[in-house]
Nanobody, 121 residues
Framework: QVQLVESGGGLVQAGGSLRLSCAAS????????MGWFRQAPGKEREFVSA????????AYADSVKGRFTISRDNVKNTVFLQMNSLKSEDTAVYYC??????????????WGQGTQVTVSS
């Protein structure tokens, strides 16, 4: 089993920044892709970003390209999402995900519990 624990969410003004972290434990995910999805109230969960096991391949949703940056530290089994120039439409619960199919296939079998990001306008 894989356990994923997110942190770093919170309340920020539009135009501000937040950095999300996700620590993995249990089964090693060193050779798995990891990523972030989000779900806003009344909407389906959507893909945000993902990164390959060695960091050499990344993917972003069009809505966050140029504003969000994903990275990972395999020594610490942690993936990060740096979010800049935040907009009110970025408000959502952000979920960390891990799966061998990421980032090529935007789906995952392992999920964190989610962290709330609220952007005030």
């Amino acid at each position: 089993q894989v356990q994923l624990v997110e942190s770093g969410g919170g309340l920020v003004q539009a135009g501000g920044s937040l950095r999300l972290s996700c620590a993995a434990s249990g089964r090693t995910v060193t050779y798995w892709g990891m990523g972030w999805f989000r779900q806003a109230p009344g909407k389906e969960r959507e893909f945000v970003s993902a990164i390959s096991w060695n960091g050499g391949n990344t993917a972003y949703a069009d809505s966050v390209k140029g504003r969000f940056t994903i990275s990972r530290d395999n020594v610490k089994n942690t993936v990060f999402l740096q979010m800049n120039s935040l907009k009110s439409e970025d408000t959502a619960v952000y979920y960390c995900a891990a799966d061998p199919s990421l980032p090529g296939l935007r789906r995952a079998n392992y999920w964190g519990q989610g962290t709330q990001v609220t952007v005030s306008s």
